[in-house]
């Protein structure tokens, strides 16, 4: 992961979700239970992202979108 991974506004990645963009948006938190608090529907947390990734399950190039509230 990138730490000059660029800030994007919430519009454009509610607009890309919406239009069914191939964006993976992922709850930034590393707690399961605060994720569940403050998640948003169809993000995954980052302890499934791991797992996915573990698993190759993460195509190269995905864009990942990360948040916290």
């Keep these: 992961m990138s ?24 709850c930034a938190y590393d707690d399961d239970a605060k994720c569940g608090k403050y998640g948003i529907e169809g993000a995954i947390t980052l302890t499934e992202l791991e797992r996915r990734e573990a698993a190759g399950e993460v195509e190269p190039g995905r864009e990942l979108v990360f948040y916290c509230a």
Excluded at 4 to 25: F, H, K, M, N, Y
């Design 3 to 26: 730490e000059d991974a660029p800030r994007i506004e919430p519009g454009v990645v509610r607009g890309q979700l919406e239009s069914g963009s191939d964006t993976l948006l992922v």
